[in-house]
Each structure stands twice: as C-alpha cells, then as structure tokens.
C-alpha cells in the first residue's frame, strides 16, 4: 500500500480534467488555449516521457520513464512498472501486487492519464508568463484552491518553433520537484484495439481491488 500511495502522489498532478483558465495573463491563456485546441483535435495520440524527482531533505533522486496511448476517452499508460488503463467505462491501476478496478466517471486526482498531462493547465489554476528561455515560452501555473492539492507550482516549457509542451515541472509542499520531460510525441498513431483491454491473465496471482 505504501508503493501504492507513494505512485499516485508522483502521478496526482496529471489527474487535471478539461475546463477554462481562471485568472490567467493574456500572454499565458493565448498559448495554452492554442495548445489545447490542438491537442483536442487530435484523434489519437503516443507520448513517452521521463519522470525525475528530487528531494534534497530526504535523499530522492529517482528517474522513472514512462509512455501513453489515447483515443478519445481511452488511454493506456505505464510509469515504471505500474499500469494504467482505461476502456473508457472502467480503469484498471495495476501495480507490482494489486490491481486497482475504479469507474471512469470517478477518476481520481491520482490517477495516470497521459491525455491530462497534456492538458494539465485547464481546470484549477491561474496562469502566468514567466520569461523566454532557450527556445521555449516558459508559463507558470498556481492552483487556484491551493490547500486542496500537495503542489504549490507547475512551471510549463513549451516550444516556440512549434507551440507544443516540452517540459513540465511541479513543486510541492514537502520540497519535492518532478521534471516531467516528454522525449516523443505522435499524432494521430494507429492504436490496436486491445490496448485498451485488461488481460485478466496476463496478471494473474494479483490481489484485485474493485470499487
């Protein structure tokens, strides 16, 4: 339960879903807003990216790799050797023991979904434009109900020559910082269809844990 809780605060700040900007400079809401737009018209897409987080104070100094696959309201993602899946009606978290079976309606602020990360700006934060930095328009994000979440910061690198986000890095309240950086992204991919699909099997001897 402990690797558990330690993987969905890594994951929580993924878990964004689809709304407007509040309070946002005008700077900021013109290249996030673009940047959704494109996202959102994508019919599917492949993502891969490194995780690395750091805490001076107690030692952290991991980096994970993972990679996701969306079509419309499903997805499958990986972030080191935990899973996450959605058909578009259930997800199924899977980790080294246990197998975490939730409704898709009832996503929760830990869970992996790799379309969020992509989007992470549009619902609970305000936005600011920070500076220009190496080809990239840096934006940060501040929620806007800050003492309902572990973060207090989301700094957003995003390239100039083509509008898409490069880099994404939260703070949080216990002095740990996540560098999410994405190393490749696919538009529009063909996905099989099992993809989507949760092979009892194939994980077998796993304690399942159903809502």
């Keep these: 339960?402990?690797?558990?809780?330690?993987?969905?605060?890594a994951m929580?700040?993924?878990?964004?879903?689809f709304t407007t900007l509040a309070q946002s400079d005008e700077k900021s809401d013109a290249i996030l807003k673009k940047l959704s737009t494109e996202m959102k018209a994508l019919k599917s897409f492949h993502i891969?990216?490194?995780?690395?987080?750091?805490?001076n104070a107690t030692g952290v100094d991991e980096t994970d790799s993972g990679e996701g696959w969306v079509q419309g309201e499903k997805f499958y993602a990986t972030l080191g050797e935990n899973i996450i899946l959605s058909n578009g009606l259930k997800i199924w978290t899977i980790t080294e023991e246990t197998v975490?079976?939730?409704?898709?309606?009832?996503?929760?602020?830990g869970s992996l979904n790799p379309k969020k990360l992509m989007t992470i700006w549009e619902e609970g934060f305000k936005s600011k434009y920070v500076k220009e930095e190496n080809g990239m328009h840096v934006i940060s994000l501040y929620p806007t109900n800050p003492d309902e979440v572990d973060y207090h910061t989301i700094t957003l690198h995003i390239s100039k020559a083509?509008?898409?986000?490069?880099?994404?890095?939260?703070?949080?309240?216990?002095?740990?910082?996540?560098?999410?950086?994405?190393?490749?992204?696919?538009?529009n991919p063909t996905i099989p269809a099992s993809k989507f699909v949760f092979n009892k099997q194939k994980h077998a001897g796993k304690e399942i844990i159903e809502d």
């Design 1 to 9: 339960m402990k690797m558990m809780k330690t993987v969905m605060i």
């Design 162 to 187: 083509d509008n898409s986000l490069k880099k994404a890095i939260m703070k949080t309240k216990d002095a740990t910082t996540m560098t999410y950086t994405i190393t490749k992204f696919e538009k």
């Design 48 to 55: 891969e990216f490194d995780m690395h987080t750091k805490n």
């Design 12 to 17: 929580s700040f993924l878990s964004l879903a």
């Design 100 to 109: 975490y079976i939730t409704d898709a309606d009832e996503e929760e602020d």
